[in-house]
Nanobody, 124 residues
Framework: QVQLVESGGGLVQAGGSLRLSCAAS??????MGWYRQAPGKQRELVAR???????NYADSVKGRFTISRDNAKNTVYLQMNSLKPEDTAVYYC????????????????????WGQGTQVTVSS
């Protein structure tokens, strides 16, 4: 059974820092990452890291957030610095595992797993 357990959210003043952690169990994953959803908005990708260490970030967090991964512990981290009020959202851990490949369209077949979410609130 796959489980993603998040920790590290909370309330912080603008300019402060938080570190989110997500410990995964049940299987290994090709990619792990963080999404966020603010009230009234769609869920958006914040940062993602592959098992090989390749990363990508939302433009809004580049230079402020850093994603890292400990493959041995199956854990992904998000270091968030210089936080802004607009970073306020529920942050969700995401883990993706490849289960096959559709040769007819040349696309990987994957399953997404999600954590329960952790609230990050940045006060001005």
């Amino acid at each position: 059974q796959v489980q993603l357990v998040e920790s590290g959210g909370g309330l912080v003043q603008a300019g402060g820092s938080l570190r989110l952690s997500c410990a995964a169990s049940g299987r290994t994953f090709n990619a792990m990452g963080w999404y966020r959803q603010a009230p009234g908005k769609q869920r958006e990708l914040v940062a993602r890291i592959t098992s090989g260490g390749s990363t990508n970030y939302a433009d809004s967090v580049k230079g402020r957030f850093t994603i890292s991964r400990d493959n041995a512990k199956n854990t992904v981290y998000l270091q968030m610095n210089s936080l802004k009020p607009e970073d306020t959202a529920v942050y969700y851990c995401n883990a993706v595992t490849q289960i096959g490949r559709d040769l007819s369209i040349g696309r990987d077949l994957t399953i997404d797993y999600w954590g329960q979410g952790t609230q990050v609130t940045v006060s001005s």
